[in-house]
């Protein structure tokens, strides 16, 4: 514990951001590896005697495979809603057989397609489910289906964005902070409104950026491509841009928190990490996370580039971080991962095991180090 204790010390700064400077990432943390069990006994929600029959819109991917398998751990009934283009349960990268075999034994599937809102009407009110998890819902004309066919709904329980904030120069972002209605998160935002208008107990909530094992969205292995492949990172600016990463597991803990919370009733909650950290520090964790040699990272200004449609960067050029204050008072919810331990995580379970979602492009990269070579 007191090696631990002395590490992350030396990896975060006494304030809320993390740089992770050259310094202190000389000690390894490769070798850290731990079996997923959040906060287990603590987590216990007396399902045995409270157990819900909940549907869970999206399940098959990334957030949707973390959260199944706590609300079954749970004792809950758990169904998952999909097209069924997709296996419907997949062995996870460090689960036994038997973990496998008890969780995909109760899992229940209903195949269909939530744009056929008919079908989801009928099919759902003849479940009767009592807790609908929203994961993948992206616009409010999904959501208002649902509703109507569970009248006698629980609790919906919605995976929104952090995305809907206005860009402001006042940050982090609360809960109360005013909304862009012209965000590309658009449809996230008039769903949260829509069910503040239904006779509905609900909960949104807005992650950030989400990382860890499974996902698809090009982040954490965006910067384990480069690394692996012994390149630079190109990083917009000056890499000193301030942005938040939340770990998928963690995401997955404080959605089954909000499960029957009277404190998340008609309530949103930010989800992420607990730490902010640099854009050129993000680069730095990766490369420890993976037990690469420190990065070489280029900076550029996207002005002097035309890239058409793809994307240089996979964030967001902008500081871009949020308060999680109000989901540890009202859930009591902690997160599990700092950055490094998180980014180890996601590592040793997926790219470090050569599983990855999207091939490495290094086309834009080539245009940044052209250009920097010029001049040079």
């Not at 409270?50 to 009934?77: A, C, P, W």
């Not at 759902?124 to 609908?132: P, S």
């Not at 012209?182 to 208008?197: F, V, Y």
Request: hydrophobic share 40%; proline share 6%; aromatic share 10%.
């Amino acid at each position: 514990m007191a090696a631990t204790a002395s590490l992350k010390s030396s990896l975060l700064l006494p304030s809320p951001i993390s740089d992770f400077s050259s310094a202190a990432l000389s000690i390894s943390t490769q070798t850290r590896r731990r079996s997923w069990q959040p906060r287990g006994a603590r987590m216990q929600v007396a399902a045995a005697a409270d157990s819900k029959n909940i549907l869970v819109m999206g399940g098959t991917r990334f957030i949707g495979v973390f959260l199944s398998r706590l609300l079954v751990k749970e004792g809950h009934q758990v169904t998952l809603f999909t097209r069924g283009k997709a296996p419907i349960t997949q062995q996870l990268p460090g689960e036994s057989d038997a973990e496998y075999a008890e969780f995909s034994s109760k899992v229940l599937h209903l195949k269909g397609d939530r744009q056929d809102f008919d079908f989801v009407k009928t099919s759902l009110a003849a479940k009767g489910f009592d807790v609908v998890y929203d994961i993948n819902g992206r616009e409010a004309v999904e959501v208002a289906p649902i509703l109507d066919a569970l009248p006698n709904l629980e609790q919906y329980i919605y995976c929104s964005s952090a995305g809907v904030y206005l860009k402001s120069d006042l940050l982090p972002h609360f809960e109360t902070d005013a909304v862009d209605p012209k965000s590309r998160h658009k449809g996230k935002l008039e769903t949260e409104s829509l069910l503040e208008t239904r006779d509905v107990n609900w909960t949104s909530i807005r992650p950030v950026y989400i990382y860890g094992p499974l996902n698809y969205n090009p982040v954490e292995e965006w910067f384990f491509h480069r690394l692996k492949a012994g390149r630079p990172i190109p990083v917009p600016g000056a890499g000193n841009q301030i942005t938040q990463l939340g770990h998928v597991k963690d995401l997955a803990t404080a959605f089954v928190l909000a499960l029957g919370n009277p404190k998340a009733s008609k309530q949103v909650f930010n989800i992420s990490g607990a730490k902010y950290v640099t854009f050129d520090g993000l680069a730095r964790a990766c490369a420890k996370a993976g037990g690469f040699p420190e990065p070489e990272i280029v900076h550029y200004n996207p002005k002097d580039f035309d890239f058409g449609k793809k994307k240089a960067f996979p964030f967001r050029d902008q500081h871009f971080f949020a308060s999680i204050e109000k989901a540890t008072r009202e859930l009591g919810w902690t997160p599990e991962y700092d950055l490094v331990e998180g980014l180890t995580d996601s590592y040793n379970l997926d790219f470090g095991r050569g599983t990855f979602r999207k091939a490495a492009d290094f086309t834009t990269d080539d245009m940044i180090l052209g250009k920097k070579l010029v001049s040079v």
